[in-house]
């Protein structure tokens, strides 16, 4: 076995260690996983807890493991379980690319390097799509040269995993070349299409675009004419607005989702995902670029224009409740595999840049009765948000960057056990004296 596969004696049971540099989607396959930088591949970093622990955790909820046989044994941790921290990704870690400068510092902070001599554990929540949460964490492992594992993230798809079993002939739409054929695949889908695919099929289907060679050579000869397209699922950003969007609409108003029919009423074509709802998100650009939000609105008010009725669709990712649901479960079943408590940690610190989907979801999440626990919201200006402008949610924190953030959620959970330690000696003390 090469050294990038090897397995790690006390990592847990099964769990592999690969080098983020050498690493392949086939590796990752055959989970569960870590990914580590080479520094790191002789011996475990600080990250390496957490990260096994969540992969582990992961791994038994895609297996709906919820069988009391489970072996749910505490196991011996440094790792505090009275609160955790998520991340969105870009504009709060990463911008365009490149490490924001505090994020690796943010890490090591979190991995234990603090005065108050603990580790925090924490997870990833991303809207990003159009790659696997295996490839976004070799891409982040890189990035920031931390030890992480794909048990980590969620992605704004994610959700979409428990939709494979429900649809057989799905459109696919979104991200670089064949990369989110792949992903849908991978979740479990039987039959996936995408835009390539019809265009290959009737060239005359987008008349202001052409297949380029690769393109001609990766998508797949289908006859459209027989098949029903059941659901058409938006996994990352339109890479051709016009060519998705004609498409998209064709099926919209085709009869059962076969394409180069129209219904009559406009009411019979296949439901319509979005993996998230982000009008505009945090890149290398100065000013913010826009994004799925922003397609899903084209469409609607595209849909209204040419049928004159309303378009319903469905948005995954943030804001949705969905995704922190998903991530209370996580972080739940992480405390019951490292502490031996079946409930998530008291407090979940959400540490994002866009007010309308990091801020809003995480206080209507903690405002909802489906939050078993707090979940904090901390909004950072290294992103979407700005100085000088008022967010439309408003956070229980804005800070400047993700280590601040960081240390301001350290210290108000030591100041809170620092309170709760004081209560209770002179509870105590209190006793004593009744004596």
Request: contains cysteine; charged residues 25%; negative net charge.
């Amino acid at each position: 076995m090469s050294a990038s596969g090897a397995v790690l004696p006390s990592g847990g049971p099964g769990v592999r260690r690969l080098s983020s540099m050498e690493a392949t989607l086939d590796d990752l396959a055959t989970g569960p996983v870590v990914i580590v930088p080479p520094k790191h591949l002789m011996s475990p970093s600080d990250a390496h807890e957490t990260a096994v622990a969540l992969e582990m955790a992961k791994h038994k909820l895609n297996r709906a493991s919820s069988d009391d046989s489970t072996d749910t044994t505490p196991l011996d941790t440094t790792v505090t379980g009275s609160y955790a921290y998520a991340f969105d990704i870009d504009g709060v870690l990463i911008r365009g690319g490149k490490p924001i400068p505090e994020a690796v510092e943010a890490m090591k902070v979190l991995n234990g390097q603090n005065e108050y001599g603990i580790k925090v554990p924490y997870i990833f929540v991303t809207n990003g799509g159009g790659k696997t949460e295996q490839e976004r964490c070799m891409d982040l492992s890189k990035q920031l040269e931390i030890e992480v594992s794909p048990g980590q993230f969620i992605c704004g798809h994610t959700p979409m995993r428990d939709m494979a079993k429900q649809y057989n002939t799905v459109l696919v739409v979104g991200g670089e070349g064949e990369k989110c054929r792949l992903v849908a695949e991978g979740y479990g889908f039987k039959d996936v299409v995408t835009p390539g695919d019809i265009i290959k099929d009737n060239q005359d289907t987008t008349p202001f675009r052409k297949l380029t060679v690769e393109e001609q050579e990766h998508s797949r000869a289908r006859n459209f004419n027989e098949i029903e397209i059941e659901a058409i699922f938006v996994f990352a950003d339109s890479r051709d607005w016009a060519g998705d969007q004609q498409i998209i609409l064709d099926l919209l108003m085709s009869k059962k989702g076969r394409l180069g029919t129209r219904s009559e009423t406009f009411d019979e074509g296949p439901p319509l995902f979005f993996s998230h709802n982000d009008v505009v998100w945090s890149t290398s650009h100065e000013l913010t670029r826009i994004g799925m939000g922003a397609l899903r609105a084209s469409l609607e008010a595209m849909y209204k224009a040419v049928t004159g009725k309303e378009l319903t669709t469905t948005a995954f990712g943030k804001p949705q409740i969905g995704t922190f649901q998903f991530a209370t479960l996580l972080l739940k079943q992480w405390r019951k595999d490292t502490h031996g408590i079946d409930s998530p940690p008291e407090t979940v610190y959400f540490v994002g840049d866009t007010p309308e989907s990091d801020i809003r979801g995480t206080n209507e999440f903690d405002e909802s009765p489906l939050s078993a626990n707090s979940w904090y919201s901390i909004l950072v200006r290294t992103g979407v948000f700005k100085e000088g402008t008022k967010p439309r949610f408003t956070p229980k924190v804005t800070v400047d960057n993700v280590l601040e953030a960081v240390r301001h959620g350290m210290k108000r959970e030591y100041i809170k056990s620092m309170k709760a330690n004081s209560i209770e000696a002179s509870s105590s003390l209190g006793s004593a004296i009744e004596e």
